[in-house]
């Protein structure tokens, strides 16, 4: 698939592998096996979604739009036809331009539903002490929706678009193939590619069937003012379901972890549980509903009276519903062992009262290793640790139980070359957490305190956020990503900490390069928990040994993928 027969058929572009940032001077030479050229080779199981980045690489600076260069591009694409092998001979449709999308084979009537594309949006990232090799200026991460003429391209900039396909969970199994153009504002077709996709005979586990949990936290009010400091401005019941719909399309339940001063809107936790989330937080029932102090071991009869109040409305409606079963009560997040009396004092009295409705809480610090042995049992159904402290002994003794295991990563592990999500770590890291969590025995999902949090006060970032702006036309955007978590108590930050979303203009959600490779580590871990625990970590470990051990590569990632499809195909 070489260029097109349009004046600007010399635009160089490639396709690239989503677990790659792609800065405004990248270029196809040199990405080694992170490009495939012009093909897209794609695989998964029905149900399932795949990514690719389709890098357009820079025009000379003072000719976009002169001399019949393009000053804008666009995506479209073929039917995807059944075909026996990826011969080159494989019937490959014409036509199609700049028309609608025309998937008929693989996608139905509803060809809109499989395939979707953004344009790559860059924010500047600031150095800071935090955490090691940050800064760096200019870096990938917002998926901005491309205008209706067609995503501008900057003068001396490359600019990469994302693909997302998503294979309808009706699709037959076996080989297709299309095609993937690469147009500008005139019509004219720029690149072509040859987009192979190989669907796999089993399917992706929906939510409510799922193996690997998420539990990721989406803070939210929904105030008439301007409150982007802390989460979502200008959020109406609408705008609050476009967010809660994207986070569920990532497999990643928008859950309220710290929501403290009532429980929950029972209208959301109804609508999150008919999507198909299987943990839903009802009422943070360790911080004091008036200021959101954390009780630790202070809680009080009054307070626990108050809880159970509270539950006391919501507990009956879920139950009787059938959807308790999907709903928890959370608290003591981080807390050290003097805490345990609170503990037993308020989950004791939840339990108690509400022997159905699950406990969760992150006591992650070392001093809880003997958890599985305190006598008598604490009254714990979820318990949630950081991977930095996770101990295999413990997880045996509490999955033994029949308990629930959750680990969770943080502002640590800060070093290089360890696994965090910061924008300036290597894309590849939110997925590989993905694989290195499944790796290990008796873990039942991963937890994340944060998908919206937008605090600012702090030196990087003094003034309160408004929604993403780009600057001009450009694929920047002046959105500052210096997340002030600890404001006002110290001055520290990080880019992209807490943040995995950005506010869109209307308080319309804006995804990012690092939430689309979570996803596709969701997808990861579902896929390796469909075989026994051994082959799993075998497969594992081929990419991620460990926080501080593990391999970049995504061509290697798609060949295990490839390896463990296989594996899951042949028990099938």
Request: hydrophobic share 40%; charged share 20%.
């Amino acid at each position: 698939g070489g260029g097109g027969g349009g004046p600007g058929g010399g635009v160089g572009a490639c396709a690239v592998a989503p677990t790659t940032h792609l800065g405004r001077g990248a270029a196809c030479a040199g990405l080694g096996n992170a490009t495939t050229g012009h093909a897209l080779r794609l695989a998964g199981a029905r149900g399932e979604v795949e990514q690719r980045q389709i890098l357009v690489e820079a025009l000379p600076a003072l000719s976009a739009g002169a001399g019949g260069a393009p000053a804008r591009v666009s995506l479209a694409f073929s039917d995807l036809v059944p075909v026996d092998a990826e011969d080159g001979a494989a019937p490959l449709p014409g036509g199609g331009g700049g028309g609608p999308l025309g998937l008929g084979y693989l996608c139905g009537g509803e060809p809109e539903g499989c395939w979707d594309w953004w344009q790559v949006g860059y924010v500047f990232c600031n150095e800071t002490e935090r955490y090691q090799e940050s800064g760096g200026g200019w870096r990938p991460d917002p998926l901005l929706a491309p205008e209706p003429e067609g995503v501008l391209l900057e003068p001396g900039a490359a600019q990469p678009l994302w693909v997302r396909l998503r294979i309808p969970r009706d699709a037959r199994p076996g080989r297709y193939a299309g095609s993937l153009w690469l147009n500008d504002e005139r019509g004219y077709r720029l690149r072509s590619f040859l987009v192979y996709v190989t669907v796999w005979d089993f399917e992706m586990p929906p939510l409510d069937r799922s193996a690997w949990n998420a539990i990721f936290a989406f803070t939210y009010h929904e105030t008439p003012e301007d409150n982007a400091a802390l989460h979502p401005p200008h959020l109406t019941a609408a705008t609050k379901r476009d967010w809660f719909k994207m986070l569920t399309d990532h497999r990643l339940p928008p859950d309220s972890l710290y929501h403290h001063d009532a429980v929950r809107d029972l209208a959301d936790v109804l609508y999150l549980a008919e999507a198909g989330q299987r943990w839903i937080n009802l009422l943070n029932v360790s911080k004091r509903p008036k200021d959101g102090k954390d009780l630790c071991a202070d809680v009080s009869d009054d307070h626990v009276s108050w809880v159970l109040d509270q539950l006391g409305y919501a507990v009956p409606i879920l139950r009787g519903r059938g959807l308790l079963g999907r709903a928890y009560v959370y608290g003591f997040d981080e807390s050290k062992l003097e805490c345990e009396p609170g503990v037993r004092k308020i989950f004791g009295a939840v339990k108690g009262a509400f022997p159905d409705l699950r406990t969760v809480a992150a006591l992650g610090a070392e001093e809880w290793n003997g958890i599985p042995e305190m006598e008598p049992p604490l009254p714990l159904d979820g318990w949630v640790r950081h991977f930095l402290h996770h101990n295999a002994t413990s997880a045996r003794a509490w999955a033994d139980q029949g308990k629930s295991y959750f680990l969770y990563h943080s502002i640590m592990p800060n070093r290089a070359g360890q696994l965090n999500t910061f924008i300036e770590r290597p894309l590849i890291s939110a997925r590989l957490m993905m694989w290195l969590g499944a790796g290990l025995a008796d873990v039942t999902g991963w937890l994340y305190y944060a998908v919206d949090s937008y605090a600012t006060g702090c030196s990087v970032n003094p003034e309160p956020h408004h929604t993403l702006r780009r600057l001009g036309s450009t694929a920047m955007v002046d959105f500052n990503p210096g997340n002030c978590i600890w404001w006002p108590k110290t001055d520290l930050w990080a880019n992209g900490d807490g943040q995995f979303t950005y506010p869109g203009s209307l308080s319309e959600p804006v995804g990012t390069t690092r939430l689309a490779n979570f996803l596709d580590g969701l997808e990861d871990a579902e896929l390796l928990k469909m075989l026994p625990q051994e082959s799993t970590q075998a497969l594992a470990r081929q990419l991620a040994r460990s926080l501080d051990d593990w391999t970049d590569d995504g061509a290697l990632l798609e060949e295990v993928r490839l390896q463990a499809a296989a594996a899951v195909t042949s028990r099938a």
